[in-house]
């Protein structure tokens, strides 16, 4: 139930509530930079406004009041952005929206584009030669991102 986390180069213990209040202060200010109002998410989520404050406190109050229920996270699917959720989970991890149906026409099209820009950073006189540039990664992650809108 304990995991590593590190601070100023310092790694110690932490509890997992612990590491998902400190997450779910990363969403608060996250919300606010983005102009997402409680107030709108709470309307549109079905739960209680100090609820959620109680969850997402303003930045600078008192740390999160509680660890956020997975019912809550739930409510919230549709209503906050997934990858403000997604914050949530561990490293690696991603709330991502499945499409109802799949549109192989497109998928095929964006799949391929996918291998085309694999094939260019791979190449020998790319940027980084066979390994992936910094650059080159960022193309790569923006049309895997398109893959995941599709599939």
Not at 47 to 52: A, Q, V
Not at 117 to 125: G, N, S
Not at 137 to 144: E, F, G, P, T, Y
């Amino acid at each position: 139930m304990f995991s590593p986390i590190t601070f100023s180069g310092d790694t110690i213990m932490c509890d997992v509530s612990t590491i998902i209040r400190q997450r779910q202060a990363s969403v608060r200010r996250e919300l606010d930079r983005r102009g997402i109002s409680l107030k709108a998410l709470s309307f549109d989520s079905g739960i209680p406004y100090p609820t959620l404050l109680s969850y997402f406190p303003r930045e600078g109050s008192e740390k999160p009041a509680a660890a956020i229920p997975m019912a809550a996270v739930y409510a919230l699917c549709g209503h906050a952005p997934a990858d403000l959720l997604s914050l949530l989970l561990p490293d690696g991890f991603q709330i991502v929206r499945a499409s109802e149906e799949i549109d192989h026409d497109t998928l095929a099209e964006i799949a391929g584009q996918y291998c085309v820009e694999m094939r260019k950073a791979t190449h020998p006189e790319s940027p980084g030669g066979r390994e992936i540039s910094e650059c080159e990664d960022r193309s790569l992650r923006s049309a895997a991102a398109k893959l995941k809108l599709v599939a």
